[in-house]
């Protein structure tokens, strides 16, 4: 498994889904809950300088990892976090190092496979949120999402996924015909059927639907 390469197949597909945005859109719901598509996508892009830094010695420095101010163009601004991470990562030694992830752990550096599969799982997972919260579709390959739900499944349930700061939820049980992605999903607590909630009668939005009970 070429965790590089899945985690660039995953980061690109994030990027391709956003240039869908429309302007009304950064302000949509997102299945993360209370976050606005603006918000997490923020997330996103200070993850992605997070974990830029991580793979150059720097993430032991918690103020790499907040969230990203986008101005007044957010789709250029995650493009350019997204390749800050994808070059960190193709740096040729980049492999033989180890991440300081502290919101992961403050005590533990991880190796650099295991860092990038984190990386990995977060963008998939992401992906789906953005693609949701447009009400358009994520294009992801058999290899990529076989390969989250094997990283998917080593994630610990239980209570450390309880609570706002938990970066998951407790899993949900699988709907009839689940395919990969959508045990991917419910592994991490993700309802793979919801969808935003209905606009005001008054306020229609382009996109919408009945929602379910949001999973951050």
Known sequence: MDIRKLDRTAVRETARVLEQADI???????????????????HMAGQHHGFAAAAAGGGDDLAVW??????????????????AVL??????????????????????????????????????????????????PLHLDTETAEAALVIALR???????IGPAAQFRPALSAPPGADTL????TTLGRSPGWSAPAAPASAPRHRSGQGDVPAR
Request: hydrophobic share 45%; charged share 25%; net charge negative.
């Open 155 to 161: 994630v610990p349930d239980g209570e450390r996924r």
């Open 87 to 136: 070059d960190a990562f193709a740096r040729p030694d980049v492999l033989t190092r180890e991440f300081a992830i502290p919101e992961i752990s403050a005590g533990i550096r991880f190796p650099a496979p295991t860092a990038i599969g984190f990386h990995f799982l977060d963008y998939v997972v992401h992906g789906w949120d953005v693609a949701r919260a447009l009400g358009v």
């Open 182 to 185: 959508d045990l991917v999903l």
């Open 66 to 83: 907040q969230p990203a101010a986008l101005g007044a163009d957010p789709l250029t601004a995650y493009r350019t976090a997204a390749d």
């Open 24 to 42: 009304e859109d950064w302000d949509a719901p997102t299945p993360c809950a209370d976050w606005t598509l603006r918000r997490l996508v923020a």
